[in-house]
């Protein structure tokens, strides 16, 4: 290997370079690319998959209120779909929405249910009379007629069963009215079989108004599903509100807290920020569902509750008091994202008037008072009231959640003024709707301190566009990623998509200059209540477990440079061309009834593979859809995604597929799968993509679909009825399609390897991050110009690998986690061994 010029620092493995990649990074430690932002990584908080209710939120009783079958404000139920008001969508030029909501029926009182032996009489019905309070107007009044066995009492199974530990204690409370009941209650915690866990007698009064009882049940035996059982011993009526049960030990202990693994999870993160309450759920179905943080302080039963636009009714437990004391608790900054009087854009996409949105503007503004201002202001007095007189920790303010547009950006205008105004400190975010940073928004904003993009996208677009932030215009703003994670084509959150979110993470942190703020989306997940496809940390109701990301979060987060170097990775090329698209070949459709004929495979000039689907239609395998021979022809006749057909024990290497593809009807129409792996892993050329649009390149990693590359317009969509000739020449390096021998598009595979470098000034460390996401590993040889010999004597190195496919779980938790090893320098070795599908970082350490 030719030695490169200046210092080189060589160790950690003695390799041979035979059947292995080459690569050289070059890192010049005295040009500073730009500074890395202390605030880089953030938390995103959002009521997504019972994220708050039925997760961090430690409340264990769901529908503690008894409120949960209300329908939301400014709807009606229709034909079991929610429907709001019919007015104009803020951004369809005055159109109505059609948009309606699945309202699951769980009858009148969810999460709770009577269980009596056969001979007993109780009945339960919801009564508005004599309500707790306005905020908890419905209470269950519980007529017991007749009790004739020991198997009578009302249960909640909490959300999706209780996880009750041993020794733990639970504090119970909840109010009784009580008409003519007689006798004691048990209320007890019980197993999913009956077994008693903890229990406690209370005598209910017969004031015949609301008292609170309350006790605390000490757990003799732990279960992950158990729940909470009010046994009747008398006869008689009573009404029963507000049944809460919390474990006593919560994060920080504080009453009313947080479930101690999950805050845990995010405290262990150290973030800069914590954005705060979302995400969609800010926006609401409609403006007069929406949060609002005044409906969130308070006792927890004046507290009505949120629903969320993700199908459920949230509590307020967690609400903007609750939050600012966490983000305090864990040392992070305040991100509060409030409603800008507009509901979301993909739903009912109703708004307030802008002639009537000041006292919007008004509330805005009292909620930045509670929480920053005096205490002689009316809403600091109240903050002090509610036991924080000092300020509470907030710095950023973003107005309103994935809006977009002029309409928008007007709005946003009188929202920035009106902060800045009285808040000149704080910084304040806009939007940017769906994806990145804009200029049909930008260009009607007169100023705003970052702009939030939201990045969702598939696994190896980080690699393909690792230069996405630096073609970024610079301009008098910064950027925040409110939202970014890889969520397609890598199942709940594999390995695959570890490297992907590092990849992102580097492309960020070499643009400092520009990327100020980011964070992960959605953060938890319920898996129980699963509303997004990929999430940071998945949990049940005892157990939880974070994916690899969270750890290559942390990891990259724990070893965040001050500034960035100049750095250059260079990727020798291997002597003999690796054939990178071998495999096997298939036929599919999605939505669209399909016929293929007269397929051939060609090599070296020598057909080596023909069909003939009349006669030897065993050779396919039909995984799904309706698969049928006529006419010579291979005919898809059913409707849904990804209807597939493989062809059985061929694989073949470099070779042109030739074949005739004629659309019968649907929405798309053809897909020709290639490098098979197995039957959930493989390429596939899509053209007639996105209702018969475009062409593009996509992929299948177990079972999942995700776009390889860029979309490419079809000059005119697929004539159903009529056969095209398909040509795809698969080379060993690079794909070309051709629709009726006119190139349509070609695909190259890039080398998934990168390298960055940065240099943390307090101490003069250097923290350099590779991420190598091929199958093979690489040699890769480091140059220091700018350090003298002697300037580091060890180096920290943290190392996750593993397969693409593979997963943290609740059985092997941290399974996948970064290996630390402390290497001491070695002159002679060549090269640092960069293992198959990791994620490396390496930390010289100075004397």
Not at 106 to 116: D, I
Not at 380 to 390: D, E, F, V
Not at 564 to 590: D, E, R, S, Y
Request: charged share 20%.
């Amino acid at each position: 290997m030719k030695r490169l010029s200046g210092f080189i620092i060589t160790f950690l493995f003695l390799t041979n370079a035979f059947g292995q990649r080459e690569a050289t990074l070059s890192i010049d430690t005295r040009q500073v690319k730009n500074t890395v932002s202390k605030q880089l990584h953030g938390i995103f908080f959002e009521e997504i998959s019972h994220a708050g209710d039925g997760g961090l939120y430690a409340e264990m009783i769901r529908n503690r209120g008894f409120e949960d079958n209300r329908l939301p404000a400014g709807t009606q139920l229709a034909d079991g779909h929610l429907v709001p008001r019919r007015t104009p969508h803020y951004n369809m030029n005055g159109k109505v929405s059609d948009w309606t909501m699945p309202w699951e029926d769980q009858g009148q009182w969810p999460g709770w249910k009577l269980e009596q032996s056969p001979a007993s009489d109780i009945s339960l019905s919801l009564s508005t009379f004599d309500p707790l309070n306005a905020a908890t107007s419905q209470s269950l009044q519980i007529k017991v007629s007749r009790l004739n066995g020991a198997h009578n009492q009302l249960v909640n199974d909490g959300y999706w069963g209780m996880g009750i530990e041993k020794a733990a204690v639970y504090n119970l409370s909840f109010y009784v009215s009580n008409v003519n009941y007689k006798g004691p209650v048990a209320v007890s915690l019980q197993s999913k079989s009956g077994k008693i866990l903890a229990t406690h007698s209370f005598q209910p009064e017969q004031s015949g108004k609301w008292t609170k009882y309350s006790a605390k049940l000490l757990a003799q035996e732990s279960d992950d599903s158990a729940r909470l059982a009010i046994t009747f011993l008398s006869t008689g009526t009573f009404k029963l509100d507000f049944v809460s049960l919390f474990p006593a030990e919560t994060f920080r202990n504080r009453p009313n807290g947080l479930r101690k693994d999950l805050a845990r999870f995010i405290a262990d993160l150290k973030p800069a920020f914590v954005r705060w309450p979302g995400g969609c759920y800010v926006e609401g179905i409609n403006v007069e569902s929406a949060p609002n943080w005044k409906r969130t302080l308070g006792p927890l039963e004046s507290r009505p509750g949120t629903f969320s636009v993700w199908g459920y009714w949230s509590t307020d437990g967690f609400g903007y008091h609750e939050y600012l004391q966490f983000c305090e608790d864990i040392g992070a900054a305040a991100l509060y994202v409030f409603n800008a009087g507009v509901s979301c854009e993909f739903r009912s996409g109703e708004f307030v008037p802008d002639d009537s949105l000041q006292p919007v503007i008004d509330d805005v503004l009292d909620a930045i008072e509670y929480a920053i201002g005096p205490v002689n202001s009316r809403f600091g007095s109240l903050r002090a009231a509610n036991g924080h007189p000092a300020p509470f920790p907030l710095k950023y303010i973003e107005v309103g959640n994935e809006q977009h547009g002029p309409w928008y950006a007007k709005r946003y205008n009188r929202f920035h003024d009106a902060i800045k105004l009285k808040y000149p400190g704080l910084t304040i975010i806009s939007s940017m709707g769906i994806g990145d940073i804009n200029r049909w928004t930008l260009d009607s904003i007169r100023v705003t301190d970052m702009a939030d993009e939201h990045a969702y996208k598939a696994a190896f677009w980080s690699f393909n566009n690792f230069d996405h932030f630096d073609n970024y215009k610079r301009g008098n703003h910064e950027v925040y990623v409110g939202e970014y994670a890889t969520n397609a084509g890598v199942g709940h959150g594999n390995m695959l998509a570890a490297m992907n979110d590092a990849a992102y993470i580097m492309g960020m942190e070499n643009n400092g200059d520009l990327v100020k703020m980011s964070s992960y989306a959605p953060l938890l997940e319920n898996v129980n209540s699963r509303h997004w496809p990929v999430n940071l940390v998945r949990f049940n109701s005892s157990n939880s477990f974070a994916r690899i990301s969270y750890y290559t979060i942390k990891l990259f987060s724990d070893h965040r440079p001050d500034e960035n170097l100049q750095t250059k990775l260079t990727i020798i090329p291997p002597k003999t061309a690796t054939a990178v698209f071998g495999g096997g070949i298939g036929l599919a459709t999605w939505d669209t009834q399909t016929e293929y004929k007269d397929l051939e495979v060609i090599q070296n000039g020598k057909m080596v593979y023909r069909s003939d689907f009349s006669n030897r239609e065993s050779e396919w395998l039909k995984l799904s859809g309706t698969w049928k021979t006529s006419e010579g022809g291979f005919s898809q006749s059913a409707e849904g995604a990804q209807l597939t057909a493989l062809l059985k024990d061929h694989r073949f290497d470099s070779y042109t597929l030739k074949l005739k593809g004629r659309k019968l009807s649907g929405y798309n129409a053809f897909i020709i799968p290639f490098a098979v792996k197995d039957a959930r892993n493989y390429l596939r050329v899509h053209i007639g993509s996105y209702v018969n649009k475009n062409a593009v390149f996509e992929f299948v990693s177990d079972g999942a679909v995700a776009n390889l590359s860029k979309s490419v317009k079809l000059a005119e969509p697929i004539e159903a009825g009529r056969w095209y000739d398909i040509r795809i020449e698969v080379g060993k390096e690079k794909v070309d399609v051709f629709l009726d021998d006119k190139m349509l598009m070609s695909y190259s595979q890039q080398e998934r390897i990168i390298a960055i470098a940065g240099r943390d000034t307090a101490n003069g460390d250097i923290i350099v991050k590779v991420v190598n996401a091929e199958d093979e590993p690489f040699n890769l040889s480091l140059e220091l110009k700018g350090i003298p010999p002697g300037s580091f004597n060890s180096v920290d190195t943290y190392t996750i690998t593993t397969g693409k496919l593979s997963e943290n779980s609740f059985d092997q938790p941290a399974r996948y986690i970064p290996v630390k090893k402390l290497v001491r320098f070695s002159y002679r070795n060549p090269s640092l061994k960069v293992t198959p599908n990791s994620i490396t970082l390496l930390r010289f350490r100075s004397p």
